[in-house]
Nanobody, 124 residues
Framework: VQLQASGGGLVQPGGSLRLSCAAS????????ISWFRQAPGKEREGVSY?????????YYADSVKGRFTISRDNVKNTVYLQMNSLKPEDTAVYYCAAGVLSSNWFRGNGMRYWGKGTQVTVSS
């Protein structure tokens, strides 16, 4: 059972990146899939989630609303986070996680599986 986040990199302000969260050993269909990020010296914070396939509800933190889009590809067993209009304050290690919606989701409660992070750096 494994989650693998990828797609990070160095991008200029205003640029775009697409992060991928691929699962092996289990199906993402039955889980709420979330993206979290942790910037240096700061606590981990929730960025976005997408409900299990039967729900497809989505949520975005205010800081990314209108710029980030989360989506699923059930065939590829992968969840994506399209990040547009990136800002220097988006710089962080981004993690994907699978679980259920829980109180204090913003800090990672309810997540059962975690992927290793992928670094996103927004700088000119």
């Amino acid at each position: 059972v494994q989650l693998q986040a990828s797609g990070g990199g160095l991008v200029q302000p205003g640029g775009s990146l697409r992060l991928s969260c691929a699962a092996s050993g289990f199906s993402l269909d039955y889980y709420l899939i979330s993206w979290f990020r942790q910037a240096p010296g700061k606590e981990r914070e929730g960025v976005s989630y997408i409900g299990a396939s039967g729900s497809r509800s989505t949520y975005y933190a205010d800081s990314v609303k209108g710029r980030f889009t989360i989506s699923r590809d059930n065939v590829k067993n992968t969840v994506y986070l399209q990040m547009n209009s990136l800002k220097p304050e988006d710089t962080a290690v981004y993690y994907c996680a699978a679980g259920v919606l829980s109180s204090n989701w913003f800090r990672g409660n309810g997540m059962r599986y975690w992927g290793k992070g992928t670094q996103v750096t927004v700088s000119s």
